[in-house]
């Protein structure tokens, strides 16, 4: 993989695809022809098309951070998800949430024990957070952020990758942030959830707005792997931003809980450390069936390469979820 996305290249640098999605309304932008969604054939990666423009949507007015301040109480639950998480891998230290918005999380973070901070590009969100939680919010870039010297025992990605031209960059400056046995967590949508399947076109985490990428267990470890870090665990969970109203909630809230057991769920979480500071990946858990076991190799030449072939099938179960998707 490249580390980024060029006259419509896959980041696998192949410029063959499928369209998997027709139709996808913009969120935000009402009016707005609707976008695709295309698939790369030959890694999977998926990506919104046409491609969004990371200026459109991270500059100093951009007010999506109110979103966060109007949802208070929901973002704490969403924090405080992330932090059990992590606290099974580090439960103190230095943490940093990168893309924090106002703050929210790194406040959780605070009451819990951890010494944390915040890395946010909008000044005014930064501004924000400093005065209503009293945090310490950088706003500075990933960029300016690693030249410094300063290291942490854990660093937050959530769904942050999606929305960055150059994810592959963007991790390898998180690892530089890394302290020698500190902990990247990553949380991503998955648009090969059973979840996304049944939702189709309308699956919300399309979010064709600001979202360049859409991943998979696959290729989110390639890409991880390609940043020098090597995956300690790779889960799926139920993403918490479903709103369900009516009949179909009524359905859809069970079976969405049912698809996060069996490991089904549409978000991806997954841990990494630093691979070049002598940790090797653990033996791969076979009951975990949502587990890549490819994406453990500690061969660093093996790092980034993608076998060629065909891309994979859909299983009959995905086309039983298809259907699925036709009744609800
Ligand atoms: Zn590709």
Redesign the pocket.
């Known amino acids: 993989m490249k580390n980024c996305i060029k006259e419509n290249t896959?980041?696998?640098g192949?410029n063959r695809y499928k369209v998997i999605r027709k139709g996808v309304k913009y969120l935000l932008k009402k009016g707005k022809p609707p976008a695709k969604i295309i698939k790369?054939v030959?890694?999977d990666?998926a990506r919104t098309f046409p491609s969004p423009a990371p200026s459109e949507f991270y500059n100093e007015s951009d007010k999506g951070y109110l979103y966060m301040l109007e949802n208070e109480d929901l973002w704490r639950r969403f924090a405080g998800n992330i932090l059990s998480e992590i606290s099974g891998y580090k439960p103190s230290g230095e943490l940093l949430d990168v893309g924090c918005g106002i703050g929210i999380l790194a406040d959780e973070a605070n009451k819990k024990g951890y010494q944390a901070s915040g890395l946010e590009i909008n000044p005014d969100a930064a501004s924000v957070g400093r005065e209503r939680y009293k945090v310490s919010l950088f706003n500075l870039s990933i960029s300016q952020m690693s030249a410094s010297d300063k290291r942490w025992d854990v660093v937050i990605l959530n769904h942050v990758l999606e929305h960055l031209l150059q994810p592959v960059q963007f991790l390898s400056d998180c690892r530089r942030l890394l302290k020698e046995d500190g902990i990247l967590y990553i949380g991503v949508p998955s648009y090969k959830s059973w979840t996304a399947i049944v939702e189709g076109k309308d699956w919300p985490h399309f979010f064709v707005d600001q979202h360049i990428w859409q991943w998979t267990h696959k290729t989110i470890c390639e890409v991880v792997n390609m940043a020098g870090l090597s995956i300690v665990n790779i889960h799926s969970k139920r993403n918490n931003h479903y709103h369900f109203g009516g009949a179909r909630g009524k359905i859809k809230r069970p079976l969405y809980r049912f698809f996060e057991i069996i490991g089904k769920g549409d978000q991806i979480i997954l841990i990494a450390k630093n691979f070049n500071k002598g940790i090797t990946s653990p033996e791969p858990d076979l009951s975990d069936k949502t587990r890549l076991l490819r994406c453990v190799s500690n061969d660093t030449q093996s790092r980034g390469v993608i076998a060629r072939g065909e891309a994979p099938k859909q299983s009959n179960v995905d086309n039983i979820m298809n259907l699925v998707s036709v009744l609800l």
Do not use: P
Request: some cysteine; proline content about 0%; charged content about 10%.
């Open positions: 896959c980041l696998c192949d790369c030959h890694c990666l």
